[in-house]
Nanobody, 120 residues
């Protein structure tokens, strides 16, 4: 069974940076695409960024984070990171990581989330 645990969230001021971590357990990490999602109160969950199993490909699905957020992975540590710079109040949300096996098209495993709050 796959388990995902996020960490690194917190309360910061606008313009600050945070690095979120997602640690993966239970299966062969390099067989999974990992995505970072976020959900703000009253809003739908959205995919922020994703990284391919080998780390060679990334996507950023939210225009407002392009150039500010960077997703990366360390397959030796079974960990995916989301580096978030120049944070804005609208980045406030609960951030989740999720895993998608390379043979499927859905994210089947989810972490519990880590809260990011950006004050103005």
């Amino acid at each position: 069974q796959v388990q995902l645990v996020e960490s690194g969230g917190g309360l910061v001021q606008a313009g600050d940076s945070l690095r979120l971590s997602c640690v993966f357990w239970g299966r062969t990490f390099s067989n999974y695409v990992i995505g970072w999602f976020r959900q703000a109160p009253g809003k739908e969950r959205e995919l922020v960024a994703a990284i391919t199993s080998g780390g060679g490909g990334t996507i950023y699905d939210v225009d407002s984070v392009k150039g500010r957020f960077t997703i990366s992975r360390d397959n030796a540590k079974n960990t995916v990171y989301l580096e978030m710079n120049s944070l804005k109040p609208e980045d406030t949300a609960n951030y989740y990581c999720a895993a998608q096996h390379i043979s499927t098209s859905t994210y089947d495993y989810w972490g519990q989330g880590t809260q990011v709050t950006v004050s103005s």
